[in-house]
Nanobody, 121 residues
Framework: VQLQASGGGLVQPGDSLTLSCTAS????????IGWFRQAPGKEREGVMC??????YYTDSVKGRFAISRDNAKNTMFLQMNSLRPEDTALYYC?????????????????WGQGTLVTVSS
């Protein structure tokens, strides 16, 4: 079971970026999926999750980020628009083996290695 995240980089404020996370060794199917991030000096937080069929997100990304999956490619995505300097963080993808109806670290069992997003002018 492996998750490979990619797509991070250095962008300017207002730019867009799409993160991808490809699963191998298992099928994403309708498993809970989530994106988390950890900014320097801060704890890891849930950004957006689809858990138990419902979508969860942190308020700061409302209207700017979108989470999706392509089961044919066994890949999940995080589309990030109108990026802000405070979005700078190491972003992790995660998959849960059971529906948990929450977007917390404890609800997710498989994790990618993280991809760095830096938003700076």
């Amino acid at each position: 079971v492996q998750l490979q995240a990619s797509g991070g980089g250095l962008v300017q404020p207002g730019d867009s970026l799409t993160l991808s996370c490809t699963a191998s060794g298992f099928a994403l199917g309708y498993s809970d999926i989530g994106w988390f991030r950890q900014a320097p000096g801060k704890e890891r937080e849930g950004v957006m999750c689809i858990s138990g069929g419902l979508m969860y997100y942190t308020d700061s990304v409302k209207g700017r980020f979108a989470i999706s999956r392509d089961n044919a490619k066994n890949t999940m995505f995080l589309q990030m628009n109108s990026l802000r300097p405070e979005d700078t963080a190491l972003y992790y993808c995660a998959v849960g083996s059971l529906p948990a109806h929450q977007c917390t670290e404890a609800a997710f069992h498989y994790w990618g290695q993280g991809t760095l997003v830096t938003v700076s002018s």
